[in-house]
């Protein structure tokens, strides 16, 4: 018998998971995602980019945590704009932002259970699913351990619990593999592939590699725009033997990213 | 919620708030000032309110440093992608800081209640009232910290605002003058200092107390859970709202408490058995302490032709109604507790029998105290008593000089014949049964 994917089963009242249509975000009053047009379905999905390409600005517009100045953003189904109601969409989401924020004095499970209660979840199913998330993060022998214990890595870990612990139908992670060891970068991985069979991730990275190794999609932006989307195999055949890169993954990136600074500059 | 609640008492400032109110109260309550709440039950609540001076800016500071976690942790950006409203994430935090000053404050009380639990016995209902706006100012205060806390998220809000509390709290009685009504209305502490035996708090004063730390409460919630500027704005209302309320309801003249008299625990409760001996109804549990030494007074003072044959307490309070009415067969006396709770020095047998040579209370020629002392000295054979340092200041003990005086003249009785001296200290009774005292009564000195 073969197990029913929570996608398979939800009802298609949305084709895509994330739905950016001319979007507009500003960071401050730098307009950093500048019409944007993404469409984001299950799997997951490496964002790519320069510093400064709008990956983190985009990354708070889909966690509903900004406002888009302007386009078209539907989450699941629901558009987000000034005046809409986003606790059902909220509900639905899990966000490691790039500075993760905690309380220090909790402990892991107490913290995961804390933003468990914050995204609304059936009091019943709390306990189980906080302690399926420390799980899933390797965090179970720390789960009783006050956060402030923690090494950076381990709050990383716990940061991408809380994210998980609503089984999320999109789930943003903001930078999560920063301070993994090369280990844990590789439970990382296989975690995010696990993740990535139900639901939308958007895995923010500088690191190609991982993105090659454990996205079914590529995002590469740049500048506030979409310079690219495809599959990790396409991206690699993009690369030529005069692009900078030790992989042929890091050669299609800088090829990408040349192409799209030219026809920008023209 | 309720797991969530959990996670707040014990990771939030709530358990380390609690035990500072319990440790810093119990500090004040039995070292600040002396023990303040000998007489009873309603003695206790109003010297825990007295101690909301420093309590209540404590809850404030305390509300005002656990307000800045959420700044301090930085998880503004991970809880605003969260579907819970702020207005609901706020409630476990609002309920943990309030069972925390609630606890501390009530533990506080049943600790010093210990103290005298043996020996106080009457327990008004007003008494709950009082403990109970004492609770509500400090969940008010907890929760406008935090208020106040959240939009000024800064290390120096807290102690900003324990001083701000206590500048609130002492400056209140001097910027309401001289309307002292209001400063009752607004300050928790005001007339609660050094409560007397037969004092109370009248019900309306806790209810008009009571609606505007309500107002206080409600408006500090409203802030915490506002989004934007026209909520703040209309989170003053509640405020104002209880103000208003507080301002209806108390009545408007100054020294409400300070002239309050609980007419039931100045009620005599007395022994069954003669010679009757009777103290107030607060003072009942000291009933059996007394009952011997009153008793042993009346033997001493059985020599006396129509000697008094009852003892009572006097609960003469001040203003002047509701004297006790004068009778010649009762002695009238002062039954105070002592700080262990227990009955005081003064409401010793000797001091019965003195009280036997005094007059009624409006007699214009009250005898010389000197006098009196040695006309009770002969009678009970003892020595007039000097007062030590500890005694001097307290109802009932006589000046060294006095004493002085009366041992001269209780030594000038004892050289009389038996008969002689009595017939002195019998003409001494009859001078203040009849309001005639002169001097010479018991030198024999001519008018």
Not at chain 1, 29 to 54: I, K, Y
Not at chain 1, 222 to 247: C, F, I, K, M
Request: hydrophobic share 45%; net charge positive; charged share 20%.
């Amino acid at each position: 018998m073969r197990t029913v994917s929570m996608a398979e089963t939800v009802a298609t009242t949305h084709p895509w998971a994330v739905h950016a249509e001319g979007l507009r975000v500003r960071a401050g009053r730098h307009l950093a995602v500048d019409e944007l047009d993404l469409a984001l379905g299950t799997g997951v999905h490496g964002l790519l980019g320069p510093n400064g390409a709008g990956k983190t600005t985009l990354m708070r517009a889909l966690a509903t945590v900004i406002k888009p100045a302007g386009g078209r953003l539907t989450l699941l189904g629901h558009e987000v704009h000034g005046r809409a109601d986003l606790r059902a969409v909220r509900r639905g989401l899990g966000y490691l932002p790039q500075q993760f924020g905690f309380y220090p004095r909790f402990t892991v499970r107490e913290f995961v259970e804390y933003m468990a209660w914050l995204k609304e979840m059936p009091k019943t199913e709390v306990p189980g699913a906080v302690q399926r998330a420390i799980d899933r993060v390797g965090l179970t022998a720390k789960a009783d351990a006050r956060m402030k214990t923690l090494s950076g890595g381990m709050v990383r870990r716990a940061g991408i619990a809380q994210a998980i612990v609503n089984d999320p139908r999109i789930l943003l992670l903001d930078e999560p593999t920063v301070g993994l060891d090369p280990e844990q970068r590789l439970d990382f991985r296989e975690l995010i592939r696990d993740l990535g069979v139900d639901s939308s991730v958007l895995v923010s990275t500088h690191l190609v590699e991982d993105v090659v190794a454990s996205c079914t999609d590529v995002v590469m932006i740049n500048e506030g725009r979409l310079v690219y989307q495809g599959t990790p195999g396409d991206l690699v055949t993009r690369g030529g033997h005069g692009d900078a890169g030790d992989s042929p993954a890091e050669r299609g990136y800088s090829a990408l990213l040349r192409r799209h600074r030219t026809e920008a500059g023209r | 919620m309720s797991r969530v609640f959990g996670i707040e008492l014990r990771r939030s400032a709530a358990r380390g708030t609690a035990l500072v109110v319990l440790l810093l109260g119990l500090v004040l309550i039995f070292f600040a000032g002396g023990i303040l709440f000998a007489d009873g039950w309603m003695q206790l609540a109003m010297t825990q309110r007295w101690y909301l001076a420093l309590l209540w800016p404590l809850a404030l500071a305390a509300g005002g440093w656990q307000a800045r976690r959420e700044h301090r942790s930085r998880v503004a950006e991970l809880f605003a992608s969260t579907p819970r409203p702020r207005a609901l994430r706020i409630v476990p935090t609002l309920g943990a800081m309030a069972v925390a000053v609630v606890a501390g404050y009530l533990a506080m009380g049943l600790l010093a209640g210990l103290w005298i639990a043996g020996t106080a016995e009457y327990l008004p209902a007003a008494a709950f009232g009082v403990a109970a706006v004492g609770c509500l100012a400090l969940i008010a205060a907890t929760w406008l910290g935090l208020a106040v806390g959240r939009l000024l998220p800064s290390p120096v809000t807290a102690p900003m605002l324990a001083i701000a509390g206590l500048a609130a709290v002492l400056f209140t009685p001097w910027a309401t003058r001289p309307r002292g009504w209001l400063s009752l209305v607004f300050s928790p502490i005001d007339q609660m200092n050094m409560p007397d035996a037969y004092t109370t708090v009248p019900g309306r004063v806790s209810v008009a107390q009571a609606c505007w730390m309500a107002g206080l409460a409600i408006t500090a919630v409203l802030l915490l859970a506002s989004g934007g500027r026209r909520l703040r704005v209309a989170a003053v209302l509640p405020v104002l709202a209880g103000a208003a309320l507080a301002i209806t309801v108390m009545p408007h003249h100054n020294r409400t408490v300070l002239d309050a008299v609980d007419p039931v625990a100045r009620e005599l409760m007395c022994t069954e058995d003669a010679p009757r001996v009777c103290v107030s109804r607060v003072h009942s549990g000291l009933l059996a302490e007394f009952t011997p030494r009153a008793r042993a007074g009346l033997a001493a003072l059985a020599k006396l032709p129509d000697a008094p044959a009852e003892v009572h307490e006097d609960t003469t309070v001040y203003p002047d109604d509701g004297r006790p009415a004068w009778r010649a067969d009762v002695v009238l006396l002062d039954v105070v507790a002592a700080p262990n709770g227990h009955l005081g020095n003064e409401s010793s047998a000797a001091e019965v029998v003195v009280r036997a040579f005094r007059g009624r209370a409006t007699c214009e020629n009250p005898s010389d105290p000197a006098d009196d002392l040695a006309a009770a000295s002969w009678l009970t054979g003892q020595a007039p008593v000097s007062p030590t340092p500890s005694t001097l200041l307290s109802a009932g003990t006589h000046d060294p000089e006095t004493v002085a005086q009366a041992t001269q003249r209780w030594q000038g009785l004892r050289k009389l014949p038996e008969d002689k001296a009595l017939a002195r200290v019998v003409a001494l009774r009859q001078a203040a049964v009849t309001c005639s005292a002169r001097d010479g009564i018991i030198t024999g000195g001519t008018p």
